[in-house]
């Protein structure tokens, strides 16, 4: 006989991509809401079918309202490997816990206006190619909400008025945003904000917006287009003309041009969450500025750039400045949600960096090549920041263990080339 479904039990039907981020997503958003994750599944995997217990549907609707991972939500009546035990465990399911009488419901059936929605979902796998005859698990339930995934069609990259080389993909903007736990009246900042991608999702789960970044025409939306077949940006082609295109602009707090690696803020806690995407130096330079000293002879003292001296800005520098800004300027419990690149055959995660004042919460890999990926990394800061000058002696032990990260660029092209050369290498047949 199967057991019943206890009260409190969801079933949750995930999308099957961005796997790694489903569970970091939906633990977030349990936290957010006032829930918090509990499941009789040891593991998840690649699994769309998620069993859960949340603590009442209202908990359950308001996750839906924001995950971009999951598509539908349903109060699990029963389930089983074979139509006998899911009648099995019906049966066994409250009575007084059912929207309607015991099955088999009586009355008429509404198509039009229903109240409520009931439907079986069978599981035959992950195999395209080799589908039993049979359901690997049967489900049936009361279907209480959708997700968000039509967010990623609404505000595709495609649909934007300003966009630039590196604007982040819609889903994994929004995903950004519920790792952050990003809510309404939140403080959002991007130290790196480039075309904005990252405020614009943050600013449609109701929070206030603002960011930095070195670039002057980006900033300002001048200069050339990223655009195809477009040479040059348009009048209003910038960060507040894209909130205003999805009626958000209210939450636009400002943009500035301003070099990460010397913060001008005031020492305090400003920001809810931080939530960014350093350059890399592949698509778009890592730069920094410096003294005049720096500048080689017969370089122009002002570029186009608007940047009057332009260093290399390495990437361990990029994130010991980062996790001492983020500890610093959130407010306790505050997130950093932030993309670390790295070369896939050296990859350990004592690579990643760390603070004494954030805490690891999730580290999800996405592939960019077959020998690199980039790692979203989610940080909660749980101490609160002394001065800067008591950790600025942590960076070689503590905060940043590992400097490879500075040669990612070159091993990244390396990886290019050696393809490239095995692919133009004539045949010995």
């Given at each position: 006989?199967?057991?019943?479904?206890?009260?409190?039990?969801y079933?949750?039907?995930?999308?099957?991509?961005?796997?790694?981020f489903?569970?970091p997503?939906i633990k977030?958003l349990?936290?957010?809401f006032?829930g918090?994750?509990?499941?009789?599944?040891?593991?998840?995997?690649?699994?769309?079918?998620?069993i859960l217990?949340?603590?009442?549907?209202?908990?359950?609707r308001?996750?839906?309202?924001r995950?971009?991972?999951?598509?539908?939500?349903f109060?699990?009546?029963?389930?089983?490997?074979s139509?006998?035990?899911l009648?099995s465990?019906?049966?066994?399911?409250?009575?007084?816990?059912?929207a309607l009488?015991?099955l088999?419901?009586?009355?008429k059936?509404n198509?039009?206006?229903?109240?409520?929605i009931?439907?079986i979902?069978?599981?035959?796998?992950l195999?395209?190619?080799?589908?039993?005859e049979n359901?690997?698990?049967?489900?049936?339930?009361?279907?209480?909400?959708?997700g968000?995934?039509?967010?990623?069609?609404?505000y595709?990259?495609?649909?934007r008025?300003?966009?630039?080389?590196t604007?982040m993909d819609?889903g994994?903007?929004?995903?950004?945003?519920?790792h952050?736990k990003?809510?309404?009246?939140?403080?959002?900042f991007d130290?790196?904000?480039?075309t904005?991608g990252?405020?614009?999702?943050?600013?449609?789960?109701?929070?206030?917006?603002?960011?930095t970044d070195?670039?002057?025409?980006?900033?300002?939306?001048?200069?050339?287009?990223?655009?195809?077949?477009?040479?040059?940006?348009?009048?209003?082609e910038n960060?507040?003309a894209n909130l205003?295109?999805?009626?958000?602009?209210?939450?636009?707090?400002?943009?500035?041009v301003s070099d990460?690696?010397?913060?001008?803020?005031?020492k305090g806690?400003?920001?809810?969450?931080?939530?960014?995407?350093?350059?890399?130096g592949?698509?778009?330079s890592s730069?920094r500025?410096?003294?005049?000293k720096d500048?080689?002879?017969g370089?122009?003292?002002?570029p186009?750039?608007h940047?009057?001296v332009?260093?290399?800005?390495?990437?361990s520098?990029?994130?010991f400045?980062?996790?001492?800004?983020a500890?610093?300027?959130?407010?306790?419990?505050g997130r950093l949600v932030?993309?670390?690149p790295?070369?896939?055959p050296?990859?350990?995660e004592e690579m990643?960096?760390?603070?004494p004042?954030?805490?690891?919460?999730?580290?999800?890999?996405?592939k960019?090549?077959?020998h690199t990926?980039?790692?979203?990394?989610?940080?909660?800061?749980?101490?609160?920041f002394?001065?800067?000058?008591?950790?600025s002696?942590l960076?070689?032990?503590?905060?940043?263990?590992?400097?490879?990260h500075?040669?990612?660029?070159?091993?990244?092209?390396s990886?290019?080339t050696?393809?490239?050369?095995?692919?133009?290498?004539?045949?010995?047949?």
């Amino acid at each position: 006989m199967a057991p019943a479904c206890p009260v409190g039990r969801y079933l949750l039907l995930m999308a099957q991509e961005h796997l790694e981020f489903r569970l970091p997503e939906i633990k977030s958003l349990l936290s957010l809401f006032g829930g918090q994750f509990t499941s009789s599944q040891e593991t998840y995997g690649k699994s769309p079918f998620w069993i859960l217990t949340i603590p009442s549907e209202d908990i359950a609707r308001n996750l839906m309202k924001r995950t971009v991972c999951a598509k539908s939500i349903f109060e699990l009546w029963g389930h089983g490997k074979s139509p006998e035990e899911l009648y099995s465990s019906l049966r066994n399911y409250p009575v007084e816990n059912m929207a309607l009488e015991f099955l088999p419901f009586e009355g008429k059936v509404n198509l039009k206006k229903p109240q409520h929605i009931f439907s079986i979902l069978e599981d035959y796998g992950l195999d395209p190619n080799c589908i039993p005859e049979n359901p690997n698990n049967i489900y049936f339930g009361r279907w209480i909400a959708d997700g968000q995934r039509e967010l990623i069609e609404s505000y595709s990259v495609k649909r934007r008025h300003f966009i630039g080389n590196t604007s982040m993909d819609a889903g994994l903007s929004f995903i950004m945003s519920n790792h952050g736990k990003v809510k309404e009246n939140d403080i959002v900042f991007d130290p790196f904000v480039g075309t904005g991608g990252l405020l614009l999702a943050s600013a449609r789960f109701g929070a206030y917006v603002c960011g930095t970044d070195i670039d002057y025409n980006t900033v300002h939306g001048v200069g050339k287009a990223s655009r195809k077949n477009q040479k040059w940006r348009g009048p209003d082609e910038n960060i507040r003309a894209n909130l205003r295109q999805y009626g958000l602009e209210k939450y636009y707090l400002d943009i500035l041009v301003s070099d990460a690696s010397k913060p001008s803020w005031r020492k305090g806690a400003y920001f809810d969450a931080i939530i960014t995407d350093p350059p890399y130096g592949i698509r778009e330079s890592s730069r920094r500025t410096g003294s005049q000293k720096d500048t080689p002879k017969g370089t122009e003292k002002c570029p186009e750039s608007h940047v009057p001296v332009s260093l290399n800005y390495h990437l361990s520098d990029m994130f010991f400045d980062l996790l001492n800004f983020a500890a610093e300027t959130l407010v306790l419990g505050g997130r950093l949600v932030y993309w670390l690149p790295v070369y896939t055959p050296e990859y350990t995660e004592e690579m990643v960096p760390r603070h004494p004042c954030l805490e690891l919460i999730s580290n999800c890999e996405q592939k960019l090549s077959s020998h690199t990926s980039r790692r979203l990394i989610t940080m909660e800061k749980v101490k609160t920041f002394e001065n800067r000058d008591q950790y600025s002696h942590l960076l070689s032990d503590q905060i940043l263990p590992y400097q490879g990260h500075n040669s990612f660029r070159e091993k990244y092209f390396s990886g290019v080339t050696k393809r490239i050369a095995k692919e133009e290498k004539p045949s010995q047949e």
